[in-house]
């Protein structure tokens, strides 16, 4: 279902949310200060956060590798079409805005399976007149749909970087390869591959916590290691670009990630401790505090 998706009956769509269930997106959307979650959303990041006090980096500083990404991509190298799956909530700055802003015609293409993403999603649709934006409520475990109705918008014979940030560690092993592999295949010479990931490589006594947090509410959540990330583009025969899979905030830093206004000092004291992560600086990171790697690679 793609933009007109968003036309459908309000009452259907609200069928669809499961309020008793943690979800991905909303989790992601607790952290980033957002407002389109439940209370078992925010229950969950809590438990995260407690389990990992500067958990927030990760959510943070991968959110800031997509930016430096997409500017890469569009700035550097040309890029024009984007399709960006587990998109996630809309927030600032969405994947069109920055691609937009370097290229005003470009396209990108958004998809997510979770029907509070597809309620907001009409925030991701704000396209500048001369680019265009859709949105498919479709899964990643379905490439050929994604695929398919990605094509209604994207031209399959330019390049297209196709961004899976923070969403391969929600699949298993097989199957994400497979998924992966499909969605290349399908990409012309030249396209992008966009790739961020949780990992226990580098603090596993703070992410195996955080994963248990995860998992104990259903969740599918493979931590995998460097040499298994860097698969997703040896396997498809990807050239990796400089500096290869590395820590999301070793990815070519430009220390300019947004630093949020700061509130009042007697209104944020009177915050919960996950509300307040929205505030901090995240370029006091250090290696101790991130546990997700990053990489980019283009197909010959």
Same mark, same amino acid.
């Given at each position: 279902?793609?933009?007109?998706?968003?036309?459908?009956?309000?009452?259907?769509?609200?069928?669809?949310?499961d309020t008793t269930k943690?979800?991905?997106?909303?989790?992601?959307?607790?952290?980033?200060?957002?407002?389109?979650?439940?209370?078992?959303?925010?229950?969950?990041?809590?438990?995260?956060?407690?389990?990992?006090?500067?958990?927030?980096?990760?959510?943070?500083?991968?959110?800031?590798?997509?930016?430096?990404?997409?500017?890469?991509? *569009?700035?550097?190298? @040309?890029? /024009?079409?984007?399709?960006?799956?587990? #998109?996630?909530?809309?927030?600032? =700055? $969405? %994947?069109?805005?920055?691609?937009?802003?370097?290229?005003?015609?470009?396209r990108v293409v958004y998809?997510?399976?979770?029907?509070?993403?597809?309620?907001?999603?009409?925030?991701?649709?704000?396209?500048?007149?001369?680019?265009?934006?859709?949105?498919?409520?479709?899964?990643?475990?379905?490439?050929?749909?994604?695929?398919?109705?990605?094509?209604?918008?994207?031209?399959?014979?330019?390049?297209?970087?196709?961004?899976?940030?923070?969403?391969?560690?929600?699949?298993?092993?097989?199957?994400?390869?497979?998924?992966?592999?499909?969605?290349?295949? *399908?990409?012309?010479? @030249?396209? /992008?591959?966009?790739?961020?990931?949780? #990992?226990?490589?580098?603090?596993? =006594? $703070? %992410?195996?916590?955080?994963?248990?947090?995860?998992?104990?509410?259903?969740?599918?959540?493979?931590?995998?290691?460097?040499?298994?990330?860097?698969?997703?583009?040896?396997?498809?025969?990807?050239?990796?670009?400089?500096?290869?899979?590395?820590?999301?905030?070793?990815?070519?830093?430009?220390?300019?990630?947004?630093?949020?206004?700061?509130?009042?000092?007697?209104?944020?004291?009177?915050?919960?401790?996950?509300?307040?992560?929205?505030?901090?600086?995240?370029?006091?990171?250090?290696?101790?505090?991130?546990?997700?790697?990053?990489?980019?690679? *283009?197909?010959?």
């Amino acid at each position: 279902m793609s933009g007109d998706a968003l036309s459908q009956d309000p009452v259907a769509l609200q069928r669809r949310i499961d309020t008793t269930k943690a979800h991905p997106a909303r989790v992601y959307d607790v952290f980033l200060g957002g407002k389109d979650h439940y209370p078992v959303d925010r229950r969950a990041a809590a438990a995260a956060l407690a389990a990992n006090p500067r958990g927030y980096l990760d959510v943070r500083h991968n959110r800031d590798f997509l930016r430096r990404a997409v500017t890469e991509l *569009a700035a550097g190298d @040309g890029i /024009r079409q984007f399709l960006d799956i587990g #998109t996630g909530l809309p927030t600032a =700055e $969405n %994947v069109h805005q920055i691609a937009q802003r370097i290229h005003p015609d470009s396209r990108v293409v958004y998809v997510d399976n979770d029907p509070v993403v597809l309620a907001h999603a009409r925030a991701l649709l704000t396209s500048g007149p001369e680019g265009r934006t859709d949105y498919l409520d479709a899964d990643l475990t379905d490439p050929a749909r994604i695929l398919q109705e990605a094509a209604g918008l994207l031209d399959f014979d330019r390049p297209i970087a196709l961004c899976l940030v923070a969403v391969l560690h929600f699949v298993e092993d097989a199957e994400a390869h497979a998924i992966v592999r499909e969605l290349l295949d *399908a990409l012309p010479s @030249g396209s /992008r591959l966009v790739v961020s990931h949780l #990992t226990e490589d580098l603090n596993p =006594e $703070n %992410v195996r916590a955080v994963q248990r947090t995860y998992t104990e509410r259903g969740f599918t959540f493979v931590l995998r290691s460097k040499a298994e990330v860097e698969r997703f583009f040896t396997d498809n025969a990807l050239d990796l670009a400089d500096p290869g899979v590395v820590p999301a905030h070793r990815w070519r830093p430009d220390h300019a990630a947004p630093v949020p206004e700061q509130p009042d000092a007697t209104y944020l004291a009177t915050l919960d401790d996950i509300d307040k992560v929205r505030y901090r600086d995240i370029d006091d990171a250090t290696d101790a505090d991130i546990n997700v790697y990053a990489a980019l690679g *283009a197909k010959p």
